[in-house]
């Protein structure tokens, strides 16, 4: 009899150290899981504090504590795996004494043994969902940090942080992202030609997907109808006909261009319903004010261009009107506050200037910018 019960015990020892063995094994898989995901949000959070991004301190303390958990959970499932499969051992070793203390002593071993097949299936089953939320949690994480970094994508191509270097030009420009997940606002500065620079800002209606998509292909088409007609009036009323659509009477663009033509030393400029552009020009600050409609209105809306001599030093300034809608209780920062600061500090950098008007705008302001800013100087050198 006492054979058949350390037998019986062995036997019930070897299938319950098995049993948390296979739970072991799950364990330090989604243990290794766990600290692969921390490397991966390791190095993101390190490229972002490269780029001078928030480290999240709080999300990596949570991912401490998980990778903490799965460490200690596998470590005590290992513990149970090689504890039970002592007891088989020994219980195999006792068959063959004839001590019947130790043959009880095991018999009572062999209660939580038995017990331990009914609660290994229950624990098994337990932790294949939390690898399951883990992994749901993980894909979840992953949308989300692709949300996040398709309207930083969208932006750069909208409104670049940095923009090339054009002989006897220097350029600076500004962008802050409003309250909105995809941005509405572009800016853009080229060469049409051999001494000939555009500079383009403007601004889509409305928020969100498809006012990003109008902008992007606003921006780009932009370049194509400047290298086509040396007008910009002319480029401005091809891509107003190419981007009407009467069934989107919700959406349209407001728009400026300017030509800086070195050769023949003039800024023609064209704009669509934008917001004053301002030009310091021989120690005057110039108004460069509307010369049509909105785009999208009308498919026949008709633009026309002004023309100005462009000497070495003159500065134009654009921007959209998230700058000048800046707001102090009733009152708005506007656009003669943009001519303000360009007549008194009209010889700063041109990227120094377009901060100063983002910093005035910020300290005017009694709550945060909500909406979108673009700011966008150059100077002739």
């Known amino acids: 009899m006492q054979e058949i019960i350390l037998g019986i015990t062995a036997a019930l020892c070897f299938v319950a150290s098995f049993s948390w063995g296979r739970i072991a094994r799950y ?18 959070e390190t490229s972002d504090a490269a780029l001078g991004g928030d480290g999240g301190d709080g999300d990596d303390e949570e991912a401490h504590a998980a990778e903490a958990l799965a460490r200690s959970s596998f470590l005590r499932d290992l513990h149970a795996a090689s504890l039970y499969l002592l007891l088989a051992v020994i219980a195999l070793f006792l068959v063959t004494t004839d001590t019947e203390f130790w043959t009880v002593l095991m018999l009572v071993v062999g209660v939580p043994a038995a017990l331990t097949m009914m609660w290994g299936r229950k624990s098994g089953s337990e932790f294949r969902m939390a690898r399951e939320r883990f992994d749901i949690e993980r894909r979840a994480q992953e949308a989300l940090a692709q949300e996040e970094l398709a309207p930083r994508a969208w932006a750069g191509r909208l409104a670049p942080e940095g923009l090339a270097g054009f002989e006897g030009f220097a350029v600076g420009q500004v962008y802050l992202a409003g309250s909105g ?59 107003n006909r190419q981007m009407f659509n009467a069934e989107r009477t919700e959406e349209f663009i407001s728009l400026v261009v300017l030509i800086f033509d070195t050769a023949a030393g003039t800024l023609r400029y064209a704009s669509a319903g934008h917001p004053t552009a301002w030009l310091w020009h021989q120690r005057e600050v110039l108004p460069l004010n509307a010369t049509g409609p909105l785009l999208m209105l009308e498919a026949a809306s008709g633009y026309f261009s002004r023309e100005i001599p462009l000497m070495r030093g003159d500065m134009a300034v654009l921007y959209t009107d998230g700058l000048i809608e800046a707001r102090r209780g009733g009152d708005q920062f506007g656009e003669e506050a943009v001519a303000m600061l360009l007549r008194r500090e009209p010889l700063l950098d041109p990227g120094e200037l377009c901060r100063h008007l983002l910093e005035a705008a910020r300290d005017f302001s009694d709550s945060p910018l909500g909406d979108d800013v673009a700011i966008l100087a150059v100077r002739r050198t």
């Open 181 to 239: 997940l995809m941005a509405g606002d572009f800016f853009d500065v080229f060469e049409v030609a051999p001494g000939r620079l555009a500079a383009v800002i403007g601004d889509v209606a409305g928020k969100g997907i498809e006012s990003s998509i109008t902008a992007f292909q606003a921006k780009y088409l932009m370049r194509v109808f400047l290298r086509q007609f040396r007008d910009p009036a002319q480029a401005v009323e091809e891509l």
């Open 27 to 44: 364990r330090w898989r989604f243990y290794q899981q766990v600290r692969a995901a921390m490397a991966n949000r390791r190095a993101e």
